[in-house]
C-alpha cells in the first residue's frame, strides 16, 4: 500500500445543487497529487486541498505539449455502494500511452490507489442521484524547466473531480454532426490513438465552427483519403447497417489513429453478448450514403465516458442531408445506454467485471 499523506482543507468549498451541475464546472475540495524525479522514480504521494500548480514558466508542458490525461467516473449506485467503472482499463491505457511522447507510465497501484483515497476524502461530494456521478480526471505533465527539444526529467501526476448530472437532462437525445472533410484530427503515425492534450487542440476548431452552424459536433475522416470514417467529436462512432431486426454494427478499427475507448469497448462487448454480429472494419461515408439510399441505414451512435451513448439524428455530408431513423433514438442505442448505465449503477449484476467497488470509510 502507498504512504499517502493527508494534508485536509481548511476552507471547505460550498457544495453545488443537485441537477445543475453540468459537466466538468466544479470541482471538489481535494486533489492528488505525486512527483516523479530522475533516479528516484515516483516521490511523495499526497491528497491536498484543490489549488493551483506551481510550475515554471520554463516548464515542458508549456512549450512542447507533454500532457495526457484519462476521463473516467465513479457511481454511486442504488445501493448506496460505490463503483468505478472500467479502472484497469484506463489505468492501463495511461500506462501504454505515456510512452509515445517519452513520459514515465504511472503504474496502476499508484493510480488505483490515488483515485480510491481521493474518492474517500471527497466522498461527500458524489452526486445521489441515479445519471449524476464523479468525473475523474487523472492528468501527467511535464515540469522539467528548460527549453530545447527534448522530454522532460520531471513529471506531475495528479488526479482532480468533478461532480457531474447525467449527459441527457431529459432522455438520451439525438444530435446533428456535419462530416468534416478538410480538416484533419489525427494522421497515421502521430498521437491519434493516445489520449494526448495535443489530439483535443487538434480538435477544437472543426468543433467549433461545427457548433456555429447549429452542429453537436463533427464527424471526422482519414487522414489520408478523406473517405473513411475516424471518430464523432470526441466519441467512438457505430453504425447499424442491413436488417431491421438484427443489423451488423460496423465500428471503425483500432489502426492508430483513434482512441481505444473503455464505453467502445463495453459496447462490442455488450453487443456480441447479445448476439449481434460487430465488424471493427473501415466504413466510408459512401457505404454509410449507399445504405442510407437503399433504406439500410439503421442507426448511428457515439460512445464515450460522459454520453455513454449518443445518438446520431442527422449528418451533413457536402451539402446533403443524411437523417437517421427519423431523427428518433433508435431501439438498439436505447438498450445499449439501459445496459451499460444499469451496471454503472448496480442495477444489474456485473456479469462482465467491469466493475470496481470503492471501500469507503
Known sequence: MLNIRVQKTSNPKAKPAAGKLGFGQYFSDHMFVVDYLPEQGWVDPRIVPYGPLSLDPAASVLHYGQAMFEGMKAFCG??????????????????????????????????????????????????????????????LIGTEAFLGVRAS??????????????????????????????????????????????NYAAS???????????????????????????????MNVFFALGEKIKPTIVTPPLAGTIL?????????????????????????????????????????FGTGTAAVISPVGELHFKGEKITINGFKPGDLAQKLYEEITSIQYGKKSDRFGWTKEVALD
Open 153 to 198: 526529467q520531471k513529471y506531475v501526476f495528479f488526479i482532480i473531480m468533478s461532480p457531474v448530472d447525467s449527459y441527457y437532462a431529459e432522455g438520451v437525445s439525438p444530435v446533428r454532426i456535419h462530416v468534416e472533410d478538410k480538416l484533419i484530427r489525427a494522421a497515421p503515425g502521430g498521437l491519434g490513438d493516445v489520449k494526448a492534450g495535443a
Open 78 to 139: 442504488v445501493d448506496q455502494k460505490m463503483r468505478l467503472f472500467r479502472p484497469d482499463f484506463h489505468c492501463g491505457r495511461l500506462a501504454r500511452g505515456a510512452p509515445r511522447i517519452c513520459m514515465p507510465p504511472v503504474p496502476q497501484e499508484i493510480m488505483m490507489q490515488g483515485i480510491e483515497a481521493l474518492i474517500r476524502v471527497d466522498q461527500d461530494w458524489s452526486p445521489q442521484a441515479v445519471g449524476s456521478s464523479l468525473y475523474l480526471r487523472p492528468t
Open 260 to 300: 481505444d475507448g473503455a464505453t467502445r469497448s463495453s459496447t462490442i462487448q455488450v453487443l456480441r453478448d447479445l448476439g449481434y454480429t460487430v465488424e471493427e472494419r473501415k466504413l466510408s461515408m459512401d457505404e454509410v450514403v449507399a445504405h442510407h439510399q437503399k433504406g439500410t441505414l439503421r442507426e448511428a
Open 204 to 234: 477544437i476548431l472543426a468543433s467549433t465552427e461545427a457548433k456555429k452552424s447549429g452542429f453537436a459536433q463533427v464527424l471526422w475522416l482519414d487522414a489520408v483519403e478523406r473517405k473513411y470514417i475516424e471518430e464523432v467529436g470526441t
